[in-house]
């Protein structure tokens, strides 16, 4: 009782022997059996007593099973049938709209009668599949599912559209997944702004006895995702976009995936298509890149890209090498100059030599982040994390020896809205800036300064 709408229901006769000199009851083997279960409601009042976590389902459900044959051969029959339901899967963003989901159980079978749904878009899903009751055999069973135009991955940094097959085939014991997709669209996001520090917690282990290595070495063992073989390729013909950071790009490749579900292993490459790439809030444009998967336990993959910018008298060349967990980043120009006289004529326009000392020290600066040689943490992001704001940043008004500091720091209030406030070194140079993002295209900025003056503007940009 208590699921909405209607209470569910089970009523069974049973074959009972009695024993009258020991008085004791026994279920005779081989006496026929019956029993009938049955349910109408929301499927998202049961679900929590699923142990699937990281996933949610709802919809309207009607579940009907009959019980028969005998306790030594029982035979379950029935249907389950779940209308205009929704399904959620919270690690990847996929998402289920008017979930259609019809279920015929057999004596010796469940086959899946209907399985169709949408993204909540353009795209659709549809799938069969059956499962054999033999334990004899692991419970073989195949599933077989369409894509066309589906969102199958929905996240805050990444988004994929693709076409496609994918097949689930084998027993419970071992199974292969096979398929194929292309992608219509893939969208990745470098995160601009990361979440707070995560806290380190030292844990006191109280009890370190035999039995708890044992356990947690059967659970490492008996891991499901070990036991279904991977063999995916996935072909992406363009329009997969890398954007965040000052890079604004587009590449293509081809992709295959082979191992196991727990031990996935990536091999191929992303080739360029087009890109630019802000650096030292400067134009750069891509000439060349890959991003290569080389296989192996782990899936790091490996970046070379290069980068020019023409600046006068001089063409800048910045390159980024390496795995990409920790890549290597260098500076080279044409006619050939120091990195540091490379950083100088980028910034300011002018030779090194030429530099205040407020500016020799944004080189320094500058340099120590590119470069990734700042010794650990600097001294913006320790005053940034410090303060509680989104952005902090130090400039420079005017040229030359008359240059002065302008310190800059902002918070975001909510997602779209962002509050910001410039300081200079006197007290007529400050201003306070509002921008409020209308759309991911749109957004509207103002700023009001200290003496009364205020801009406003409307910002539209368009990627294509």
């Not at 699921?3 to 074959?15: H, I, V």
């Not at 008298?313 to 980043?329: K, M």
């Not at 200079?424 to 209308?438: C, L, N, P, R």
């Amino acid at each position: 009782t208590g699921t909405p709408e209607r209470d569910a229901g089970f009523a069974a006769e049973l074959p009972l022997a009695l024993d009258p000199d020991r008085l004791a009851f026994s279920v005779p083997s081989d006496e026929p059996m019956s029993g009938r279960l049955s349910w109408q409601g929301q499927m998202a009042a049961v679900w929590p007593l699923v142990p699937l976590e990281g996933h949610n389902l709802a919809g309207q459900t009607d579940l009907v099973l009959a019980l028969a044959g005998s306790p030594a051969n029982p035979e379950v029959s029935g249907t389950l049938k779940l209308g205009g339901g929704e399904y959620e899967a919270l690690e990847t963003g996929t998402v289920l709209k008017n979930l259609d989901l019809g279920i015929d159980l057999a004596v010796d079978r469940a086959v899946i009668t209907e399985l169709t749904a949408g993204d909540g878009g353009s795209g659709s899903l549809r799938a069969t599949g059956q499962m054999a009751f033999d334990p004899g055999r692991g419970y073989p069973f195949d599933l077989n599912v369409e894509m066309k135009n589906f969102a199958a991955v929905r996240r805050d940094d990444v988004t994929a559209v693709s076409d496609g097959r994918l097949t689930i085939e084998g027993s419970l014991d071992r199974a292969a997944l096979t398929g194929a997709f292309e992608t219509r669209s893939v969208e990745v996001r470098i995160v601009d702004r990361l979440p707070a520090d995560v806290v380190t917690l030292h844990v006191i282990e109280t009890d370190s006895s035999d039995k708890t290595a044992i356990f947690r070495k059967e659970t490492e063992k008996n891991g499901v995702g070990a036991n279904i073989l991977l063999d995916v390729t996935v072909v992406m013909p363009k329009r997969v976009f890398v954007r965040g950071r000052g890079l604004d790009s587009e590449w293509s490749g081809d992709l295959k995936v082979t191992g196991s579900v727990d031990a996935p292993i990536v091999e191929g490459e992303l080739a360029l298509v087009r890109g630019r790439l802000s650096v030292l809030a400067k134009p750069f444009r891509l000439k060349e890149g890959s991003v290569s998967f080389p296989g192996g336990d782990k899936i790091v993959p490996v970046l070379k890209v290069v980068a020019e910018h023409k600046a006068k008298d001089l063409t800048v060349f910045a390159r980024a090498e390496g795995p990409a967990t920790n890549p290597t980043i260098s500076l080279s120009s044409s006619p050939k100059v120091p990195e540091d006289e490379i950083v100088s004529r980028i910034l300011f326009g002018k030779n090194r030599s030429q530099l205040s000392a407020f500016e020799a020290a944004q080189l320094a600066a500058a340099i120590a982040e590119l470069t990734g040689t700042g010794g650990g943490v600097g001294s913006l992001d320790f005053a940034r994390s410090l303060l509680g704001v989104d952005r902090l940043s130090i400039g420079t008004t005017g040229a030359g020896d008359a240059a002065a500091p302008t310190v800059e720091a902002g918070k975001y209030v909510t997602e779209e809205v962002y509050i910001g406030v410039k300081k200079g070194a006197t007290d007529q140079s400050g201003a306070v800036g509002v921008e409020v993002e209308i759309t991911p295209n749109i957004s509207v900025e103002s700023e009001t300064g200290t003496t009364g003056e205020s801009d406003i503007g409307v910002k539209f940009k368009w990627d294509y």
